[in-house]
């Protein structure tokens, strides 16, 4: 094929995302404020001409009468690795043209000879390398960006890699809390059953060596950062088949919820047909694990969910969590063992308390992945209150005091 045309299709590709997500409101931006330009001219005071770059997105603030940033993007199909003088040319290029806050992106095909990423760097340009064989995105952030530009950045980055990879999931399988569940059983089985059989907790580090001895799983502690210098809690690297763990939460009550998740990640997710940049877009940050009212729109939700799914089912079997649930209610002499029930009074709050503190402590897992466990089974009830109804009690009690008092 014709390498102009390639590299024009590519071209063409990136803008027309970008611009659809820029007209659809996806980039968190005002369209009216936003605009995207391909093979657009920018006058160089060196040159006395204008100097065209292949993509370009202004951003002019309302009552502006000029853009005040400016993201130059060249989008290069390279046949052989790039040269330090191919970058430094185009950040020449950037810097001729004045009176904007400029960010020049360059993405490439190929790899970078040495000292290139460098150069990239050592000019605050954002680098973007695609590989076209393994779907894949490495993205170098120079670290004199400010917070500011850190967000906008991240904008640019999502509508690239919504333009040059695709974003299809190959294999995932839409479980349902139930099947997931008994994935996590069938695993604690092989790996001990009598932990099933006691209501024992799990000892994660010894399941780690037996995932290690029978399917090569490796497990590290570091300190993790996604591309935009955010803090990784955790991670599971699948073309390293590798469990990595944040050094800050070791030993941690959060540790072993976030621990199964990888796990979970591991055992549902490890065949998964997609490419490494959205992938690495799932590194679980601190977001809530724990969110209750999922909406499964994308391949994120239900891979996430799945994760959570599996990490409580891991840690707390449903058959060994109600098993111990109904052993703590009776030694707390609690009535109706089995169930929670949880309104407003002090001493159902206080027996509330007290269960989800012990269980905690059997399973040695946070307080907070306790009530989500026990919230997912239906085991916590809560009484609903109708605000009219209770309007109407407190009509009827105060007639009933009046009416008493008057002899009615």
């Known amino acids: 094929m014709n390498t102009v045309k390639i590299g024009n299709d ?33 006058y160089s005071t060196r040159r006395k001409k204008d100097i065209i770059f292949d993509l370009s997105i202004e951003l002019t603030p309302p009552n502006a009468n000029k853009p005040t940033l400016l993201y130059l993007i060249e989008c290069k199909n390279y046949s052989s690795s790039i040269p330090v003088d191919d970058v430094a040319l185009f950040a020449q290029y950037i810097s ?21 990423t460098e150069e990239v760097i050592s000019h605050g340009m954002m680098l973007i390398e695609v590989d076209e064989e393994n779907y894949n995105i490495v993205y170098h952030k120079s670290e004199k960006n400010t917070n500011k530009e850190d967000d906008f950045d991240k904008i640019i980055l999502n509508a ?19 099947q997931i569940d008994n994935i996590a059983t069938n695993l604690i089985n092989e790996f001990k059953p009598y932990i099933l059989n006691h209501a024992l907790s799990i000892p994660l580090y010894d399941l780690l060596e037996y995932l290690k001895s029978k399917y ?12 935009l210098k955010n803090e990784v809690l955790g991670y599971f690297d699948s073309e390293k088949n590798e469990i990595i763990v944040n050094s800050s939460i070791k030993d941690t009550s959060r540790e072993p919820f976030i621990l199964a998740h990888e796990i979970g990640h591991f055992v549902l997710h490890k065949n998964l047909k997609v490419n490494k940049s959205i992938y690495n877009n799932f590194k679980d940050t601190s977001f809530s694990f724990f969110e209750q009212s999922y909406v499964l729109r994308n391949p994120k939700n239900w891979i996430e969910w799945q994760a959570n799914c599996f990490a409580s089912s891991l840690l707390m079997p449903e058959h060994s969590i109600r098993a111990i649930l109904i052993l703590t209610q009776k030694e707390l ?9 949880l309104d407003e009074q002090e001493c159902n709050k206080s027996d509330f308390d007290e269960v989800i503190k012990r269980l905690a402590t059997h399973f040695n897992v946070s307080k907070i992945s306790v009530e989500y466990r026990l919230n997912s089974l239906k085991l916590i009830e809560k009484p609903i209150y109708n605000s009219n109804a209770e309007n109407e009690k407190e009509l009827l009690r105060r007639l009933s005091i009046l009416g008493s008092k008057r002899n009615w």
């Open 333 to 341: 002499g609690i009535r109706n063992a089995g169930r929670i029930f």
């Open 96 to 116: 001729e043209i004045q009176d904007y806050a400029i960010k020049g992106v360059f993405v490439t095909n190929s790899k970078l000879q040495s000292g290139a």
């Open 160 to 178: 690239i890699q919504e333009a040059l990879l695709p974003t299809k999931i190959e294999g995932l399988k839409k479980l349902s809390t139930k």
């Open 216 to 227: 090569e799983l490796e497990f590290k502690y570091s300190s993790i950062e996604d591309e």
């Open 10 to 42: 590519f071209e063409e590709k990136s803008y027309a995302i970008i611009e659809s997500a820029l007209t659809n409101k996806e980039l968190g931006l005002i369209p009216e404020y936003c605009k995207i330009y391909k093979k657009k001219g920018y």
